[in-house]
């Protein structure tokens, strides 16, 4: 009994040896983790400068698989095409604003981060998303390598997916008047909209194929259209429709964009057009 008991004592405390010489070889000697910030670039000052320090909004243009859908084939913009893509959001959208909003409007109302993808969003259906808002707080914008500043509809495409996207935040924010909005046009709306053309949806009172997803959407597009449009487009868009009663409804939702601007933000719609049709020329004459 004591010869059984010596050697199971003298097991133990070879076992106790050896855990303890392995937990003291894998001890690192110091930490593994890297603080080392990286340094900025042109770029990121730049974005600081312009984006960041005046209002608040981060912009993500480097690769992050948590900001992406990775079941799509997508990847980050080229870097010299960045900056382009974003002097064009904010010479038009931001400044816009900034000029008939008021200096503090988009600081108070506004996403907090853009991330920038460089290639085409595509979508089962043949489809292709330009854009998408996330909770208000961050705006992904896709096609940033084809922005080109010197291409009108170029610009207008690339515009129409943020000020669409902001205008879901504005109402996020402050709610537009649903049950009159759906009163105006209440068949019509599809989950198949994207079987139809722009031309023949305005037939039936809706500004774009798109505009017929959804009331939201609805909003979204006729505000956006009316935003990327100077008023001679608009106006020929208007002259291009057949139906009468599709006109009227086309402008009787027009009414209602412009009333929401105004009484939940006190804001001239058409000075805040024209601010960015004026915009728009200095970026595509610059």
Same mark, same amino acid.
């Given at each position: ?194 079987? /139809?053309? #722009? ?11 798109? *505009?017929?997803? =959804?009331? !939201? ?43 929401? /601007?105004? #009484? ?11 601010? *960015?049709?004026? =915009?728009? !020329? ?5």
């Amino acid at each position: 009994m004591k010869i059984l008991k010596y050697n199971k004592t003298a097991g133990l405390f070879l076992l106790i040896i050896t855990l303890v010489s392995c937990a003291s070889e894998e001890q690192p000697g110091e930490s593994q983790l890297d603080f080392t910030q990286p340094t900025k670039t042109a770029l990121d000052n730049w974005i600081t400068t312009n984006y960041l320090t005046p209002y608040n909004i981060n912009v993500q243009y480097k690769w992050n698989q948590n900001t992406v859908d990775n079941n799509r084939y997508l990847f980050p913009p080229l870097i010299e095409k960045v900056q382009p893509a974003l002097e064009i959001v904010q010479k038009i959208w931001l400044e816009s604003y900034k000029t008939i909003g008021g200096p503090d409007f988009v600081k108070k109302v506004a996403p907090r981060e853009f991330v920038l993808v460089g290639g085409v969003n595509l979508n089962t259906v043949g489809t292709k998303t330009l854009g998408l808002a996330e909770g208000g707080q961050r705006v992904t914008l896709f096609e940033t390598d084809y922005v080109d500043k010197k291409n009108r509809d170029n610009i207008k495409q690339f515009l129409h997916t943020i000020q669409h996207e902001y205008v879901h935040i504005l109402n996020q924010n402050k709610p537009f008047d649903e049950k009159s909005w759906a009163a105006i046009t209440p068949s019509g709306y599809t989950a198949s909209w994207h079987l /139809y053309t #722009d031309e023949e949806s305005r037939e039936i009172g809706f500004i774009t194929n798109y *505009a017929r997803n =959804n009331i !939201n959407e609805d909003f979204a597009e006729m505000a956006s259209m009316l935003l990327i449009n100077s008023k001679t487009e608009y106006a020929a868009i208007l002259a291009g429709i057949n139906n009468p009663t599709a006109v009227a409804q086309i402008k009787a939702k027009e009414a209602l964009v412009v009333k929401y /601007y105004k #009484d939940a933000y006190n804001m001239d719609f058409y000075a805040l057009r024209d601010e *960015a049709e004026k =915009n728009t !020329n200095a970026v595509i004459n610059n």
